[in-house]
């Protein structure tokens, strides 16, 4: 006699398939999108592969990587940073503004006046526990303050030095790929790297699992919400600073609303904004998603700039919908593959086999 039938078996085990084919969409829902609107507009539009217009898409979605990136870790421990807007405004007019001092000052301003306004946000978030929402939101306020104050309420635009350096960081290339394409690939191996092989990557999932019992284990929560907000800080002045580089300017109204295109590019790469779950290479494919949108849209002619928030808007909240219900049915999932296992235990065990029977 079997211990168990070959209907229970293959019942025990669906609910584990399930769960991982559901886990792989959401994960990797996102470049399923992209490859598929790159086949398409490929066969629709004469001249879309070529090297030239690849690139300006890849260099287009370079500026605003960087913010994807820091966002994607905020986000990871259930937070968000609304200030990353403004923070990006404010790195390109310090960057544009320090140039006349040289390449080294042009980049260290923004990192370091954003850095601090991040570490100051996420000591307040880990501090208080007041939501990331609140402190961010006033965080967003006080960085575009300080861009009115340096700019004069904006009548004043500060240009890059003529003759700098700083402006080749963003208008060079390597291999004819631009010096910012570069720049993201190295920054998001950097963030696959720290997110999948080390400990604080998974310190900010379990905190945005369940932070009570992240800190029950003893995981480092205030520090990691510290580095997160940090780094988030960062990651928006480098990117305005590359703005200012191939801009030549730090222009005063950049950044408005922008911190709404990252969220959309990290809901986009299959990161839940509740947290606990993510990737960092998601958020990549969906700000590339977002730029295809934009030059779908010129390809179109639709000279109206709106409907670029139009499709971007009703993709989000298609991926939203897909995202809760593939969120859903992992925990049914999981929930059914738990009562298959104590159903196992339970069932009773098997009587002996009488020889010659």
Known sequence: MSSTSPSSAVKAQRPGRLAQVSRF???????????????????????????????????QASFYAP????????????????????LYALGGVLAAWASSAGFIPALLAPLVVCGVIGLVQGMIVAGTKIPAFIVTLAGMMFARGLVLFITDEGSVTHHVAPGSGFKSLANGNVLGIGNTVWLVVILFIIGVVVSKRTSYGVTLLAIG??????????????RSLLIAHTVSGMLAGFAGALTASYTGSGVTTLGVGLELTAISAVVLGGTMLTGGSGTIIGSLAGITILQLVANLINRLGLSNS???????????????????????????????????????KDAPEPEPAIPGL
Not at 36 to 51: E, R, S
Not at 67 to 86: H, Q
């Open 25 to 59: 969409a959401q994960r990797n829902g996102s470049w399923v999108v992209l490859v598929l609107m790159v086949i398409v507009m490929a066969m629709a539009f004469d001249g879309f592969l070529t090297g030239s217009n690849l690139g300006q898409i890849a260099r």
């Open 67 to 86: 913010l994807a990136l820091g966002l994607t870790f905020v986000i990871f421990t259930g937070g968000i940073d609304l200030s990353i807007g403004s």
């Open 306 to 344: 709106n409907w670029q928030s139009v499709v971007n808007g009703v993709l989000l909240v298609v991926v939203a919908v897909v995202q809760t219900y593939l969120s859903r049915m992992q925990a049914r999932n999981k929930g059914d593959a738990a009562t298959a296992e104590e159903a196992a």
């Open 209 to 222: 699992g369940q932070e009570d019992a992240a800190r029950l284990m003893g995981l480092p929560v205030k």
